[in-house]
């Protein structure tokens, strides 16, 4: 009984562990200068509490600070195509879209903020 | 665009206007005038308080120089339904049908101390900065529109439909009420809105952009030594536009 027992909770981990094996981990461009306004850890837990707090100093108040700013996080992390074109952050495969497809996290930001940087949006 | 629900109140625009007299420039005003910018980390201040002075002798009547300048700023796109279109400024024609006497001056926000718009709006997306412009939170708002119905200038716009090709500094999306900003992007970097730019290069100068409260900008000088109209002074609302020659 025991035999059966640990051969089936083998056979199930086997499973579960090839099935994460062929899950393809988010894989996005580097992002432009040295390092984030952050610590990379503390981005990827806390990225939306910073970019929550900065809209509501930058849109009521008007602190303009760029540190925490979409915009910042746009023009550093947008990449660009063999044309020089940029490519929109929240594309798959971009440095948003890499993580929210893979975590399943609908993003609404770029429905009315530009996903690339300004000097290309220029006419 | 023709709006019928508008022409009551061009024409009441019309009347009252007509009965102020035409003024003279005054010589050496200056177009634009702005305080010393704030730091780009410092809130903005109850101190200051943006106004615009729009001079309609010097408004051309054909002229959109305004109402282009706005469009390019913002990127607002046209959506192919006229009366969907996005229109944070206007050019309004008012009409004095006693004499046939027209003028022409560009409406927008207000920007209104006692905004109606922020009266009613539920969700305390309509605001007003510290500095007196009035504005909207896109992220808190849900489009219900109450704004719109609520402000007496027709200054507020909706957008029915997605946008693309929006500029970094001036987000925009479906579902949302917007309006005249004052540029507030480019005058926190010390520059003036679009708008007053554009009507400075085209040499007509109609527009004066400057801080009401600092007695040293010629905006302030101008509205302390001319004459000049609030439109709807009936409402008090203490408008932060003013119009000469209106």
Same mark, same amino acid.
């Given at each position: 009984?025991?035999? /059966? ?5 083998l ?11 062929d899950?393809t ?5 580097k992002? &432009? ?13 806390d ?8 809209r ?8 303009r ?10 023009d550093?992390?947008? #990449? ?25 996290? &609908?993003?609404?930001?770029f429905s ?12 | ?8 109140r061009?024409?009441f625009?019309? /009347?009252t206007?007509? #009965? ?26 109850? &101190?200051?308080r943006w106004g615009l ?24 796109? &046209? ?9 944070w400024? /206007? ?7 006693s ?24 969700? =305390?997306?309509?605001f007003? $900065? ?13 489009g ?11 200054? $507020? ?10 500029k970094?500094?001036?987000? $925009? ?6 309006s ?10 010390d ?5 007053v ?12 952009? =400057? ?5 040293e ?6 509205? $302390? ?6 439109l ?8 932060g536009v ?5």
């Amino acid at each position: 009984m025991t035999q /059966r027992f640990v051969m089936a909770l083998l056979i199930i981990l086997s499973l579960a562990t090839s099935s994460i094996a062929d899950v393809t981990l988010p894989s996005y461009p580097k992002g &432009k200068g040295e390092h984030c306004v952050e610590p990379t850890d503390v981005m990827r837990r806390d990225h939306f509490e910073y970019l929550m707090h900065h809209r509501q100093i930058s849109v009521h108040l008007g602190v303009r600070s760029k540190r925490h700013s979409l915009v910042g996080c746009v023009d550093c992390h947008a #990449s660009q195509a063999d044309d020089g074109a940029y490519i929109p952050v929240n594309e798959p495969g971009q440095f948003c879209g890499s993580c929210h497809i893979y975590t399943a996290v &609908k993003i609404d930001c770029f429905s009315c903020h530009a996903a690339v940087p300004d000097a290309v949006v220029k006419q | 665009m023709t709006d019928p629900a508008n022409k009551p109140r061009r024409r009441f625009l019309g /009347r009252t206007g007509a #009965s102020t007299a035409l003024l003279a420039l005054v010589p050496g005003v200056k177009l634009v005038d702005l305080a010393l910018a704030k730091d780009e980390d410092e809130p903005a201040s109850v &101190k200051t308080r943006w106004g615009l002075l729009v001079d309609a002798n010097r408004c051309v009547t054909d002229c959109q120089a305004c109402v282009s300048a706005c469009e390019d700023e913002h990127a607002l796109a &046209k959506t192919g339904t006229a009366r969907l279109d996005p229109q944070w400024i /206007r050019k309004v024609e008012l009409v004095d049908e006693s004499n046939d006497r027209s003028l022409s001056i560009p409406l927008m926000c207000q920007h209104c101390e006692d905004a109606p718009c922020v009266d009613v709006c539920p969700t =305390g997306a309509s605001f007003k $900065r510290a500095d007196g412009m009035v504005l909207v939170d896109k992220h808190t708002c849900i489009g219900c529109r109450y704004c719109m119905m609520a402000c007496p200038f027709n200054a $507020r716009s909706f957008v029915h439909g997605e946008v693309t090709g929006q500029k970094s500094y001036s987000p $925009r999306g479906k579902g949302t009420v917007e309006s005249c900003t004052l540029c507030v992007h480019r005058v926190d970097q010390d520059r003036a809105p679009a708008c007053v730019e554009s009507c400075a290069v085209d040499g007509h100068g109609a527009l004066t952009f =400057g801080d009401l409260n600092d007695s040293e900008s010629t905006v302030s000088k101008t509205v $302390r030594s001319q004459p000049h109209r609030e439109l709807r002074p009936d409402l008090a609302l203490n408008t932060g536009v003013r119009y000469r020659g209106v």
